[in-house]
Every structure is written in structure tokens, then in C-alpha cells.
């Protein structure tokens, strides 16, 4: 079992900067690729960007070069660091970490809100 817990968030102006953060605990020797994704109100969960366990990221277009994923494995925790924000970026955020038996598992969720 693999346990996610997110923290960062909340309300921002366009324009401004948020972090949010996700500590990994269990069974964290299992987990390869972990993922911040994203969700709006009645549209399909979006992967926003990855990183590998050797720190290869991937970004969505919406993001690149606004958005930044790290990773600290010494303190199994992965971070999204978002410069520029957009209204458009307003959304629930969630962690996901990928397991090298192919399980996955989410965080609960941090809510980030960017206003015009």
C-alpha cells in the first residue's frame, strides 16, 4: 500500500504562484512514475505532468513553462510548483503515484482557485 498525502493550495490571482506538495509513505521502494493531475466540473481528470524515478519529466502544453514538477526522493515527496497561473488552471489537483506492479494510487485532492 502506498499513502498520498497533499498540502498546498487555495486561492491565487492570476498571475501569481503556488506550490503544492505530495508526501508518499508505505511501500515507497514500489513506486515508479508519479503524476499531478487535474479536474474541473464535468470534465475528464487531466494529466498535467510527470516525473520518473530518475527525474525525467513530461508536461501537458497547457502548462510548459509555467508549471514545475520535482521530486525529493530523500523526502519520498513530489512537488508542482505553478508560476503564471490562469483562471483556467482552476481546479481540483490531485497526486498520483504509479506503482511497478502497475497499481495506482491518488491523493485526495488539493483545490487551487485562480482569480481574475
Known amino acids: 500500500q502506498v499513502q498520498l498525502v497533499q498540502s498546498g493550495g487555495g486561492l491565487v490571482q492570476a498571475g501569481g504562484s503556488l506550490r503544492l506538495s505530495c508526501a508518499a509513505s508505505?511501500?515507497?521502494?514500489?513506486?515508479?512514475?508519479m503524476n499531478w493531475y487535474r479536474q474541473t466540473r464535468g470534465k475528464q481528470r487531466e494529466l498535467v505532468a510527470s516525473?520518473?524515478?530518475?527525474?525525467?519529466?513530461n508536461y501537458a502544453e497547457a502548462v510548459k513553462g509555467r508549471f514545475t514538477i520535482s521530486r525529493d526522493n530523500a523526502k519520498n515527496t513530489v512537488y508542482l510548483q505553478m508560476n503564471s497561473l490562469k483562471p483556467e488552471d482552476t481546479a481540483i489537483y490531485y497526486c498520483?503515484?504509479?506503482?511497478?506492479?502497475?497499481?495506482?494510487?491518488w491523493g485526495k485532492g488539493s483545490l487551487v482557485t485562480v482569480s481574475t
Open positions: 498520483n503515484a504509479n506503482t511497478k506492479g502497475g497499481i495506482d494510487y
Open positions: 508505505g511501500l515507497i521502494a514500489a513506486i515508479g512514475r
Open positions: 516525473i520518473t524515478s530518475s527525474g525525467t519529466t
